[in-house]
């Protein structure tokens, strides 16, 4: 059975950094694309980030693009998103997910594999 297990959340301080990982484990990361989403109370999941399940491809929300960074290791199974310059509004729970397709969706809808997310806090 697929799982994911997301890791590196934590509190840290506007304009600081935070590396996310996302272990998978029932199942290779080349076997599909995984995606970066984000949840803060109150308001609906979104999408941040997903890589396509090759690594060439990748894609970046407008409001994360230019501070994050998506990366795959295949050798460890792992998925990465580098957090930089982060900003109170990235407060959220971070989750990654896996689809059974190549490329990456257009949609959360589509994604079949949940992480439990990991909790992402910015403040001073």
């Known amino acids: 059975q697929w799982q994911l297990v997301e890791s590196g959340g934590g509190l840290v301080q506007p304009g600081g950094s935070l590396r996310l990982s996302c272990a998978a484990s029932?199942?290779?990361?080349?076997?599909?694309?995984i995606g970066w989403f984000r949840q803060a109370p109150g308001k609906e999941r979104e999408g941040v980030s997903c890589i396509s399940s090759s690594g060439y491809s990748t894609n970046y929300a407008h409001f994360v693009k230019g501070r994050f960074t998506i990366s795959r290791d295949n050798a460890k199974n792992t998925v990465y998103l580098q957090m930089n310059s982060l900003k109170p509004e990235d407060t959220a729970v971070y989750y990654c997910?896996?689809?059974?397709?190549?490329?990456?969706?257009?949609?959360?809808?589509?994604?079949?594999?949940w992480g439990q997310g990991t909790q992402v806090t910015v403040s001073s």
């Open positions: 997910a896996a689809a059974l397709r190549r490329n990456c969706p257009s949609t959360k809808y589509s994604f079949n594999y």
């Open positions: 029932g199942f290779t990361l080349d076997d599909g694309a």
